[in-house]
């Protein structure tokens, strides 16, 4: 009976655990090396840029039942430049947060780009938010998790990046800048 209790037990947290998450995200972070397992890397056939992306991960929008999924990606084009955004995919059930502001726990602020929001249904709406890091940003999200703080006209939201996660990507990227 005991062994009985326990897989149900399993099965409806993992079955939980299931349906909060956004729709293919990675519900636990792990390592530096589950996460770097997960990262792709590829050539876009129209700009030529090199494309380098983890995996998408999932948080809480602090303690509320909205949450995000979340993922690093950086181009690099073919005159040098390079842009790192975390993707962010907000998923609510309180209608748009109209996210316009990031910044960190140290204040430090990010750019943001915001894209047109996905309304779902009459309860669910996803938002779609661009955060630019610059190298140094990068650097310090590898070094320690950060509490990304995201202002909205109607909400906000804070949400923890998780170390592994920016430390993969960033090795990673270090990785495809020195390949020239």
């Not at 939980?16 to 636990?28: A, E, F, K, R, Y």
């Not at 592994?164 to 800048?177: G, H, I, R, T």
Request: charged letters at 20%.
């Amino acid at each position: 009976m005991k062994t009985y209790s326990t897989v149900l037990a399993l099965s409806i947290t993992s079955l939980l655990m299931g349906c909060s998450s956004i729709g293919g995200d990675q519900v636990s972070v792990g390592s530096a090396t589950d996460v770097n397992e997960n990262i792709t890397y590829q050539i876009d056939p129209i700009t030529k840029s090199r494309d380098l992306q983890t995996a998408s991960y999932w948080a809480k929008c602090d303690e509320k039942l909205d949450g995000v999924g979340y993922r690093y990606r950086t181009s690099v084009y073919q005159d040098g430049r390079e842009q790192t955004e975390l993707y962010v995919r907000l998923k609510s059930s309180r209608g748009t947060y109209g996210i316009h502001k990031a910044f960190n726990q140290q204040g430090q602020s990010y750019k943001v780009k915001t894209y047109q929001p996905e309304i779902k249904s009459d309860s669910v709406v996803y938002e779609h938010i661009g955060i630019i890091f610059s190298p140094e940003q990068l650097h310090q999200a590898s070094q320690t998790p950060i509490n990304l703080h995201l202002i909205g006209n109607n909400n906000n939201c804070t949400i923890i990046v998780e170390q592994p996660v920016s430390f993969a990507f960033e090795e990673n990227l270090k990785a495809l800048l020195a390949q020239k």
